[in-house]
């Protein structure tokens, strides 16, 4: 009976295949590696535009409590220092949920007291999360420096009025904030519809500012200087 040889060429064809099928391997490997790293720069960025919209509500409540204090402080009329009372009430309420919202997130909240720059952060990531946070938040404390300076801007510029003068030029900033304030949480309420409990404490927040707004061109009206 005749026996059959395999030749030499076929078994370097067998070695050829293995090594084409083991740099395959790898590189698919590579591949996968490629996009779970794209992947987790994308989780990355959208955890540091979350902390950063989240900045700018803590931003927008420190200012609204601060106009409140302030309007405490200098009012001699018991409707606007009733009014200034709220608006004090209302944004401590909302920062503090806020607060417990973001805690429950892992988002860290700036703290902000018109007197100095925000804290900010970010743990507890892979190294491709933490370089689209990294990316993402180049400049953040710069952003947010200068939008408290212009804050501060606005405070000292209301602190120097006295009388109805301030009366009326407080209820008109805290009136001009409200429409800002109302933006910025539809903003929110829009981009992070899928997170329920995010967009109905942004909604509840909304809904806050407008009723403040309102009160504030009301009482306004009836300030003659």
Do not use: C
């Not at 309007?71 to 309420?93: G, S, Y």
């Not at 805690?103 to 860290?108: G, L, M, P, V």
């Not at 990294?134 to 710069?142: I, L």
């Not at 800002?180 to 329920?196: F, I, N, V, W």
Request: zero cysteines.
């Amino acid at each position: 009976m005749a026996r059959r040889i395999l030749g030499g060429g076929g078994g370097a064809a067998l070695a050829a295949a293995l090594v084409f099928g083991s740099m395959t391997g790898t590189a698919l490997a590579e591949d996968e590696a490629k996009k779970a790293h794209k992947e987790d720069k994308r989780i990355g960025e959208a955890a540091a535009e979350k902390e950063l919209y989240v900045g700018k509500l803590a931003l927008f409540d420190a200012k609204q409590i601060a106009l409140g204090n302030m309007a405490l402080e200098k009012t001699q009329d018991p409707k606007v220092r009733t009014f200034a009372q709220k608006l004090v009430t209302d944004h401590k309420q909302h920062l503090s949920d806020l607060k417990a919202w973001a805690d429950s997130k892992s988002i860290e909240v700036a703290t902000i007291d018109l007197s100095g720059p925000p804290g900010t952060g970010g743990s507890g990531a892979t190294p491709g999360m933490q370089e689209g946070y990294d990316k993402k938040m180049e400049g953040v404390d710069e952003r947010l420096n200068k939008r408290i300076t212009e804050a501060e801007k606005e405070l000292d510029k209301l602190r120097e009025k006295n009388g109805k003068e301030f009366d009326k030029d407080f209820l008109s900033r805290v009136a001009d904030d409200g429409k800002r304030g109302q933006d910025l949480a539809k903003e929110g309420m829009d981009k992070y519809e899928t997170d329920a409990a995010f967009s109905a404490l942004l909604s509840k927040t909304r809904r806050g500012i407008a009723s403040n707004e309102k009160m504030a061109k009301e009482l306004e009206k009836t300030i003659h200087r």
